[in-house]
């Protein structure tokens, strides 16, 4: 298994993927940088007690913390879903697979490599992301962000669910259609989220139970909002602003739902194993 992972790392590398997202990476953080120095500059605390604009700065600061880390954790996503989309339909189709599998080699060994291998570089990114976001609303607003570690846990957790659903899709899909598949389903999920924020404040069930079906049909958006909930909720923000918004969590996910979400994960996995071993391959 140590082999295959640095056989993808290596694969990554030589693809220069994260070489082009990086610098993608850099103008978003540049373009939200001065965005956050402009509404620092907006809105400056005085030492003379609470004021209008200090009033203001608890609604828009958490909202343009809520406001990064939800279009990161997109660009998190895709990365996550197009970085593993041809991981094993790719492989076959070039025959490289086909080179591979009559070695000594278990079928969970190059799921799970592959898997680690991809996981690492995302874990790596993903942290330095997060962070950044973090340190950028920091310094230009002076917005504490509590629960970091917790947070930065979910935003990792988010990433490598749909890296293991990408790599199962793979084993069944070719690369196209794979990564059409996880992207309608990670775009179901986000648009049901949504939808539970919003009936949350109508009080709507039906509305709500499309949310909650969408969850555990993809959990993505349930992280999110387990990860938004934990970094806006500290001791210097009691209050969540953000419930009333669709980047908030009026009603955060269970723990019933992160157990779900382990299980959803893992399961994942050995169905990219099992299908590996018995269907796609046998075809």
Same mark, same amino acid.
Request: a positive charge; aromatic letters at 10%; glycine letters at 10%.
């Given at each position: ?29 540049v ?8 509404t620092?500059?907006?809105? &400056?605390?005085?030492? =003379? #007690?609470?004021? /209008?604009?200090?009033? !203001?700065?608890?609604?828009? @600061?958490?909202?343009? %913390?809520? $406001? ?21 339909s ?46 950028? &609303?920091?310094?230009? =607003? #002076?917005?504490? /962000?509590g629960?970091? !570690?917790?947070?930065?846990? @979910?935003y990792?957790? %988010?990433? $490598? ?17 794979n ?43 349930a ?12 001791d ?8 009333m ?39």
């Amino acid at each position: 298994m140590g082999t295959i992972i640095q056989l993808t790392l290596k694969e990554v590398l030589r693809r220069r993927i994260f070489l082009v997202i990086a610098l993608l990476t850099i103008g978003f953080l540049v373009l939200y940088g001065v965005a956050l120095y402009y509404t620092g500059k907006k809105f &400056v605390i005085k030492p =003379t #007690g609470m004021s /209008a604009n200090d009033a !203001i700065k608890l609604v828009i @600061y958490p909202q343009m %913390l809520a $406001l990064g880390l939800y279009f990161s954790s997109m660009i998190v996503s895709l990365l996550a879903i197009f970085t593993a989309v041809g991981t094993i339909s790719g492989e076959l189709d070039s025959g490289i697979l086909h080179s591979i599998v009559p070695k000594p080699l278990r079928r969970g060994e190059i799921v799970l490599g592959k898997y680690v291998g991809y996981g690492l570089i995302l874990v790596i990114y993903t942290s330095i992301l997060f962070l950044s976001i973090i340190g950028l &609303v920091y310094f230009f =607003t #002076g917005y504490y /962000a509590g629960n970091i !570690i917790p947070a930065l846990l @979910y935003y990792l957790l %988010l990433s $490598l669910t749909l890296l293991a659903l990408a790599m199962l899709g793979s084993t069944m899909l070719s690369t196209i259609a794979n990564g059409v598949a996880v992207f309608m389903l990670y775009s179901i999920g986000t648009i049901g989220g949504m939808m539970e924020q919003i009936a949350s404040m109508m009080n709507n069930e039906a509305l709500t139970n499309i949310g909650i079906i969408s969850s555990l049909i993809i959990p993505t958006d349930a992280i999110y909002r387990m990860m938004i909930t934990s970094v806006l909720l500290n001791d210097s923000n009691p209050v969540n602003l953000l419930n009333m918004g669709p980047f908030g969590s009026q009603h955060p996910p269970s723990e019933a739902m992160m157990a779900y979400i382990v299980i959803y994960l893992l399961l994942a996995l050995w169905g990219a194993k099992k299908v590996l071993k018995e269907g796609y391959l046998m075809a």
